[in-house]
């Protein structure tokens, strides 16, 4: 796995993992309750910032349809390589462009699209008020902007190695920007000049350690990551994967996180709507 300046890398072998997670329940509810938030139109234009393995962009191009159209970017390739097959398997290629550039810095005219979304996506991004300026100016008067945000002290995994879970999740903070973005964001909108319409809670709670579950990939995702770093060492990861696989045996197994959805819109009019 690559990183860069310490973070998480989001590459191929990083996409091949995020597919699986994105095919979960948790996922789908995620994206579902994203795509509520900004109730996309026949026609419109939407702009996908970090798309992942692309299925939020392919479910916004269904539902804005053949007149509409939706822009996918990502600093990395790989992702947009994701984006653009899976575009092409869902039917839906002629809605969906891919644009390599950076959130803080988008390559778009102003008021170019009806509304945004950004799924765990800005707290990666280092320059956060930057990123909102930018999220602010390609939308149009009126256009809707949805952000799923973690904060990552809502992460509760039972384990009867309390240690060894505390020295794992402080390897983890590294692997991001922002570690408790959600916190910032209703300051941080109202200065870019959004107007905030709603904050929700995108809960995730996992009792079973399966290939069907969000926990499982994140947990995996997590043990990749932190080999190595923080004095982590790979013993530790294993003796953590078993403390693991072992309350999953005996019933045991417990699992959860919490995600914040915010709503908020560019106002239509200099002083609101």
Not at 57 to 62: N, S, Y
Not at 67 to 78: E, K, S
Not at 121 to 146: M, N
Request: proline residues 5%.
């Amino acid at each position: 796995m690559n990183t860069q300046q310490g973070m998480l890398t989001f590459d191929a072998e990083v996409g091949r993992k995020l597919e699986g997670a994105y095919r979960t329940p948790e996922a789908q509810a995620r994206r579902k309750a994203a795509r509520e938030a900004v109730w996309p139109r026949p026609g419109e234009h939407g702009l996908d910032i970090g798309p992942g393995p692309g299925f939020l962009a392919c479910e916004l191009a269904r539902q804005v349809g053949a007149r509409g159209h939706i822009t996918a970017i990502d600093v990395n390739p790989a992702m947009l390589a994701l984006t653009r097959d899976r575009a092409h398997q869902e039917g839906v290629a002629e809605q969906v462009t891919v644009h390599e550039g950076d959130a803080a810095a988008l390559p778009f005219l102003d008021q170019s699209f009806d509304f945004v979304v950004a799924v765990q996506v800005y707290e990666y991004v280092p320059t956060i008020a930057q990123a909102l300026a930018e999220a602010y100016r390609v939308l149009r008067p009126g256009g809707r902007l949805a952000i799923v945000a973690t904060d990552w002290d809502t992460l509760i995994l039972h384990t009867d190695k309390p240690a060894v879970n505390a020295h794992i999740n402080q390897a983890w903070d590294e692997h991001l920007a922002h570690r408790k973005l959600p916190q910032r964001v209703p300051g941080l909108l109202h200065q870019a000049g959004f107007h905030l319409t709603g904050v929700s809670i995108v809960p995730v709670i996992n009792i079973t350690y399966d290939p069907s579950s969000f926990g499982f990939f994140l947990i995996n995702l997590i043990a990749t990551f932190v080999r190595g770093r923080e004095g982590v060492s790979g013993a530790e990861v294993d003796d953590w994967l078993a403390d693991i696989e072992g309350q999953s045996n005996n019933g045991g197994y417990f699992f959860s996180l919490s995600q914040h959805l915010f709503q908020a819109i560019r106002p239509a009019a200099e002083h609101g709507i």
